[in-house]
């Protein structure tokens, strides 16, 4: 039996919940008994100082994977008590102080980290950056999958889109800024993302808008599923991605995989990719210089044409191949 540790909802459309589902659904397509435990709590650090009676559900010997976001947050001693029964695993989809300011989370996750059996990440500079802080010769990379999607419909450059949670690190704030400047052009952008992660931000994202005179250029679609998603990709012309920091960054790869270009800053879903289909911007760039860049992807129609041939060429790993992989790494009961 392999036991899949959630840090909430398995069903939360996030990458990382996407990418734990995705995986059980290949492992279990391979006969493999996977049963997932979901294990509710304000993640990384939650207030409860004990989580042995739900980890007791695991019989001794199970091979068990654990979220690096929920394993960090387990006390050392919860940690040590399940690692002296059972073989442990644990997915690193993001470096916990990258994600936001938690004074001494990396010190932890190093520590938890080093009482699991072994890890992997889902992005390449994920796994070299946690190598280097553990010390350690093994990287581990095993990135998502991705569903190859093309459409064969015009697509109209001037509709942009963009696709994550509203949340700071997101960068909507920069991109808003970005396009009051450019009213003078034809363009419209679709917001896709929940607003109630962070509901403060959300308000203050949709007054910001409003104050910068850009209301009646926004969609805001909320949270889709992955058909509308989808659908909503094959009808625009530019995916936008101003975050801040992105360990990897499903969404890019799902763009170029459905034939979109994106403009987007340094993500792990990017790390080594050359393409014209990709058009790169530091996290650090100001929102005058995102206005630049959007505005020559608005104003010249051949590199438009030329960014949209390079993505319907650009090939990616499916999730059966990734999940394989993954098989592969692990001890897998009966492997």
């Not at 059980?24 to 993640?43: P, Q, T, Y």
């Not at 946690?130 to 093309?150: D, K, Q, V």
């Not at 929102?287 to 650009?314: C, G, N, V």
Request: proline residues 6%; hydrophobic residues 45%.
């Amino acid at each position: 039996m392999v036991w899949w540790i959630s840090p909430g909802d398995p069903a939360r459309r996030t990458g990382g919940f996407l990418y734990n589902a995705r995986m059980v659904e290949v492992l279990r397509g391979h006969n493999h008994e996977v049963r997932v435990l979901r294990m509710d709590a304000d993640w990384p650090l939650p207030a409860e100082a004990s989580f042995a009676e739900q980890l007791g559900q695991i019989p001794d010997g199970d091979l068990v994977v654990a979220d690096g976001l929920m394993w960090t947050g387990l006390s050392a001693a919860d940690r040590e008590t399940l690692t002296d029964r059972c073989p442990v695993w644990v997915v690193v989809h993001s470096p916990l102080d990258m994600e936001g300011s938690r004074p001494k989370i990396a010190t932890r996750e190093r520590e938890a980290l080093r009482q699991a059996a072994g890890w992997w990440a889902t992005s390449r500079p994920t796994a070299d950056l946690m190598a280097t802080r553990l010390s350690s010769s093994e990287a581990h990379c095993i990135c998502p999958g991705t569903e190859a999607t093309p459409s064969s419909d015009p697509r109209p450059a001037s509709r942009l889109l963009t696709v994550a949670h509203l949340i700071p690190r997101k960068g909507h704030d920069c991109l808003l800024d970005a396009l009051a400047s450019l009213r003078d052009l034809d363009w419209d952008l679709s917001i896709v993302g929940s607003d109630t992660v962070d509901q403060d931000w959300s308000d203050a994202l949709r007054t910001r808008a409003a104050s910068l005179g850009l209301s009646d250029r926004l969609s805001w679609l909320g949270t889709l599923d992955g058909a509308s998603l989808q659908s909503t990709m094959a009808a625009h012309g530019l995916l936008v991605h101003p975050a801040r920091y992105e360990a990897y960054g499903m969404v890019l790869t799902e763009a170029l995989a459905s034939g979109l270009p994106v403009l987007s800053t340094e993500a792990g879903a990017l790390y080594g990719l050359r393409s014209e289909a990709i058009m790169h911007l530091p996290a650090t760039r100001s929102a005058s210089e995102w206005s630049a860049a959007i505005r020559d992807w608005l104003t010249d129609e051949a590199r438009q044409a030329r960014a949209t041939s390079a993505a319907a060429a650009l090939t990616w790993p499916s999730w059966e191949e990734q999940g394989r992989a993954l098989a592969t790494l692990l001890p897998m009961p009966g492997v």
